[in-house]
């Protein structure tokens, strides 16, 4: 093992991201969100994707045929953001930059936040101004398609999971822990990360908050979007009380 370290979210994992999330369907994600679009007779061309994280989606979007920026606050995920960019001479713009205090001097026809990231806006008034950021760099008729994990993902501890086998290249361990007072969910990971011979070990600690879907709909309308419709995780079905994820699309 070549050592131990402990790091904030999405720094030391940052590197291993892509080996993290390499069974996630990023192609069926656009789909179900090009679907939404549909749903509501709309169409974009120019997307920001908020919290891009390494840019999987952001990069599957310019493939496609649409003008992406990326932005995402970890300096981390964005380098590797922009390397995927330039192998694959994209064109896609990756800035480091806090969603609660966007600013980027363009507009966008559709806003797009996906894989629960906005859950990881701890305070209130941080998500509130971060509704109201998206607001301001949509174009008239843009829209704001996010996700976010539910209360009742936490209590089921659906974050606890583990890929322990030992021929795996990224083996992981999370354990959570949710606080029904706080509605704070902490999740600590461990993981073990193979470097030729050797094996790297870190752990990272992220935290998410659940928001009430009342709430959410509440400071969308508060950040200007007149109308805003919820769906139960890939379908175009209302949320239940077992939704574990629900999609909110905000109409400007």
Known sequence: MTGSSTSES????APYYDLLMQSIPYLWWM???ETLLEHFNRTA??????????????????LSGY????????????????????????????????AAQLK????FDLIVSLFDSLNYITEPTEFAETMRRAHIHLNPEGVFIFDLNTEYAFVQKLFDQSLL??????RYRWRSQYDKQTR???????FWVREGEAERYFTETHVQRAY?????????????FPEVHTFDAYTLAPPTRRSDRIFYVALR
């Open 212 to 224: 009430p879907e009342p709430e959410v709909r509440q400071m969308l309308h508060d950040a200007g």
């Open 104 to 107: 980027l001097n363009e507009t």
């Open 10 to 13: 999405f720094e030391a994992i």
């Open 184 to 190: 704070l969910c902490t999740v600590q990971m461990e």
């Open 67 to 98: 003008e992406v920026v990326g932005v995402d606050k970890s300096p981390a995920m964005i380098e590797q953001a922009r390397r995927k960019a330039d192998a694959n001479h994209s064109g896609v713009r990756y800035y480091v930059q806090d």
């Open 45 to 62: 061309h120019k997307v920001l994707d908020l919290c891009c994280g390494t840019g999987n989606l952001s990069e599957l979007l310019a």
């Open 31 to 33: 789909h179900y969100v």
């Open 165 to 170: 086998e030992p021929n795996a290249p990224l």
